[in-house]
């Protein structure tokens, strides 16, 4: 079966790929797991080295990477650049800071001299998308592989060429042989691969339905997971809030990755008093938005990463309007062979229907009216999902306040949720769990040992 890259402005197949049969699967799972064995024992300022190396290589590969990720996956140029080097950040961050956080802790328990160790546990199996594909691989390779652990790569099925040069970049790094190979499989075979000896969990990024079958296969085979999954995230607009910044922040985070993004403002729950100007302004932000050719550099918003994936959001924006929903800005399929959306704005979908409570992924607002502070909570806590939010308002001490209290594992106040290495990230509810970057992420895939001299 070929593994294939489309570009979704002309909706050509650019390259195609076979898929690993079951003995070359195996064969580089073998070569990650007898790597492991040399690369547990690496000192902790070789891995450091090591990670410095990588960010280099990503700086020096920005433009390369963009280029790819245009093609493959209608990032602009611009996006993709950024996106590689923020994947670098994340190489200077564990470098620096992860020996302190996988050093021995020693404490005295009883009068016994003891201490808590990190210690690696093998090989881990990363499942990743397409709409981020070098920084959601980088972000969970990155504190692994600095813990000591191996790394598999199998990555979203529409991005091979990113997904080898990934590890080309590692085979050029002065990381060691196969700590990090790319396996080119379909997702039928991540059961299997789940079952080798020398893998010993597996992270996931994606959707909730997939987020299920991978954990379930884990569990079968009594292995960590890490899941990161949708999301549905609650933009929160109170009447003291700024409403210029809030609106030019909140199209700007709907339109990012033509809206592919699993942690973006994708519900927004605006006060009676300030609904209508917020509401205005917002259409004027995403008026603004530059669609067009992902290689051009003035291009804001690409196509969508596919024709199916935009034929599938059509389907949810006619969804909403059979709610009752209404079309402020948007909502049709522009005519021409690329897979564009516009930004579109969508109101008075009933809070209580299916339209309403479905992750939307791609450039859709959905836009509710709250009447009382303590409502606007409630909407923003009634969704299966959990992963980002964000509170807006000119008092910052209540903004924090209300921001505790939202349902999520990323809250920003007056600020674009975004992703950083310094702070743990992931979800509740249906957008998955355990967390990635930070102590927290550095901290998942290795064997938390107590040691004690009796």
């Known amino acids: 079966m070929a593994i294939q890259s489309t570009n979704p402005m002309t909706g050509r197949v650019e390259k195609k790929f076979d898929e690993f049969i079951s003995a070359q699967t195996f064969s580089a799972i073998s070569a990650v797991g007898k790597a492991f064995d040399s690369w547990r024992n690496s000192p902790m300022e070789q891995r450091s080295e090591c990670l410095r190396n990588l960010a280099d290589l990503l700086r020096a590969r920005a433009d ?26 994340v190489c200077d961050f564990y470098a620096d800071h992860g020996p302190d956080m996988l050093a021995s802790k020693p404490l005295t328990v009883d009068g016994m001299q003891c201490s808590v160790d990190y210690a690696p546990m093998g090989a881990v199996l990363a499942v990743m998308p397409w709409n981020y594909p070098v920084w959601q691989v980088l972000r969970i390779a990155v504190p692994t592989l600095m813990a000591g652990n191996t790394m598999l790569l199998k990555h979203a099925s529409n991005v091979p060429q990113c997904a080898l040069a990934i590890e080309e970049l590692f085979r050029d790094s002065i990381f060691p042989d196969n700590v990090f190979r790319t396996l ?10 789940l079952a080798h000896n020398s893998v010993v969990g597996v992270c996931l990024t994606g959707s909730e339905a997939a987020g299920r079958k991978v954990a379930a296969a884990a569990g079968s085979q009594l292995k960590k997971s890490v899941m990161e999954l949708g999301g549905s995230d609650a933009f929160v607009v109170l009447d003291d809030a700024d409403i210029d910044k809030a609106a030019a922040i909140g ?13 973006a403002a994708k519900r927004f ?57 209404k079309i402020v800005l948007g909502g049709s399929i522009p005519d021409g ?25 791609g450039p859709v ?3 509710f009216r709250a009447e009382t502070e303590e409502q606007a909570m409630q909407m923003a806590n009634d ?30 106040v007056n600020g674009r949720v975004s992703s950083r290495p310094p702070l743990p990230f992931g979800g509740v509810k249906n957008s998955g769990y355990g967390r990635e970057l930070s102590t927290y992420g550095i901290r998942e895939f290795v064997n938390v040992k107590s040691v004690c001299i009796g």
Request: hydrophobic share 45%.
């Open 184 to 193: 080119l499989i379909g997702a039928g075979q991540v059961e299997h691969v």
């Open 64 to 89: 390369k990477f963009a280029h790819l990720m245009a093609a493959e996956m209608g990032k602009p140029l611009k996006s993709g650049r950024a996106e590689v080097l923020k994947s670098a950040t």
């Open 337 to 361: 062979q690329a897979a564009f959306y516009p930004p579109t704005i969508i109101t008075d979908v009933p809070f209580e229907s299916k339209a309403a409570r479905d992750e939307i992924f």
């Open 383 to 412: 969704s299966c999902f959990g992963l980002g939010g964000s509170v807006w308002t000119g008092d910052e001490e209540k903004g924090l306040r209300l921001a505790r209290r939202i349902e999520a594992g990323l809250v920003y």
């Open 365 to 367: 607002a959905l836009v």
């Open 251 to 263: 199209a700007e985070s709907r339109c990012s990755n033509a809206g592919q993004a699993c942690i």
């Open 269 to 325: 729950i605006v006060m009676d008093d300030v609904y209508d100007e917020f509401v205005a302004k917002l259409k004027v932000c995403m008026e603004s938005v530059v669609m067009g050719d992902p290689f051009d550099e003035d291009t804001v918003m690409g196509p969508m990463a596919s024709h199916a994936f935009r034929d599938d959001l059509q389907k949810q924006v006619e969804s909403c309007l059979a709610e009752g929903g």
